[in-house]
């Protein structure tokens, strides 16, 4: 078995500071080092996972492999690790008690009374070394959610004041807070760097690193203060200035030394090289583009661009392998019309429908389909995206009125979109949808077989309704065919018209397989589509 080492990443300050990006940062440079790691989240709201929350609370929900429902910031882990995550990488409060309550009931306390301390905290820690049993990893990095000093936090820190004790050399806490630049007296401050720190201390938590985000390089003399300030040494002061891409924060992690203070921290030799080359590669093509391309988003939360992040990260890694950048233009579904739908979508060389849930906003997507069906744009449609793709089709070429999805019209005359059979008996809303990883079988004859090179696949889901067998045999006739299917439930996953220069939609979701080592072959031959389509214009 592995002496698994424990990294803790706490927040300071305020809210926002980009510690999922630091987590994942520092992961991937111990894993350029040989070292096998994980991420874990923890979140302290009461909700039991974020599926139930509306992506104005929390941008997008993402969906593991093994169908959990998690925080957008296991989309950052995955897509620098390009190592799966899974349930038991994102607990949130409200599942912590979930247990410790079950557990009451059925009388596994044998009679104590059950409170926050022990309780809740050893559920907390048991959750944290739970990554570690299978004794596959040398780290797990538990990234803490929210603020320290926040109340619903307390028995987090405190679960980690635990566990640092019972480690000693196998564990160590980093904080991460912010230095604000002062424009009136052009000053870096630190106070707030101090006052988190003691608000940790009064906690009975002594940081080990400090991670200072700020808009300005800290001098030496102000890593000397924080240092002094915070019982730590100056080459455990980093500094994290905003640069332009989440993906420069490694390189820059890797100049503070971070992955070396951590390791050395941990009692682990220096021994093994930094092998960074791949992740050099990938900045270097995403920073040296040899052209650009304008693709829409078509959604309804525009304003929010954390509701599409791993769509938008997807283009970035596609963009990259193309050596194109690409411009996400974010189309509001809403405002779509008849009128102005030229305006908004014309001089774009790919339209991406994007999933979703409910009315609001769903004539403008089906417009915007259309308009990229019969301009023979590139298009792409994911989840609600391909129903859409499936609706407009059915209305605008098979002629079929009032053709619609069941979620939307309950009373519609043709449910081309119809609700899936395992879903009928469900009443609660919160993990219930199709959710995770599920094989599709590619038809050989497809455009699909051409991007992935084989039969057979898996990708992740997260939806209630799908496409009506019904219509097959009518919508193949008509020139929409089936590109893949589920092999055992027979589900249509992936439709496409042969006749367009590329027009994919997907019932699941490829946005949350792309990583830099590998971006998403859906997405590579999109952007490519596009860059075609944009030369020919
Ligand atoms: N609302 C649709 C469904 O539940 C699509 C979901 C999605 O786009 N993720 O089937």
Known sequence: MKDTRYIFVT???????????????LARLLQARGYSVTIQKLDPYINVDPGTLNPYEHGECYVTEDGAETDLDLGHYERFLNVPTSQANNVTTGRIYQSVIE??????????????????????????RLLASHGKYDFIITEIGGTVGDIESLPYIEAVRQLRWELGKLAAVIHLTLVPYLAASGELKTKPTQHSVKTLLELGVQPDVIVCRSEKNLNESLRNK???FCNVDPSSVIESVDVETIYEVPMRMRDEKLDEVILRKTGLELSTASDMKGWEQFLFKLHNPKGEVTIGLVGKYVELKDAYKSILESFIHAGTANQCKVIVKLVHSEFITGENIAEQLGGLSGILVAPGFGERGIEGKIMSVRYARENKIPFLGICLGMQLAVIEFARNVLKLEGAHSREMDRRTPHPVIDIMESQKKVSGKGGTMRLGSYPCKINVESKAWDIYGREMITERHRHRYEFNNKYIDMFAMAGMHAAGVNPNEDLVEMIELPDHPWFMAVQFHPEYRSTVENPHPLFVHFVKAAIAYSKQK
Not at 103 to 123: A, F, N, S
């Open 103 to 128: 557990k009451e009931r059925r009388g596994d306390y044998l009679g104590e009374t059950v409170q926050v301390i022990p309780h809740i905290t050893d559920e907390i820690k048991y959750r944290i």
């Open 11 to 25: 927040g300071g300050v305020v809210s926002s500071l980009g510690k999922g990006i630091i987590s994942a940062s």
């Open 226 to 228: 924080i240092a002094q």
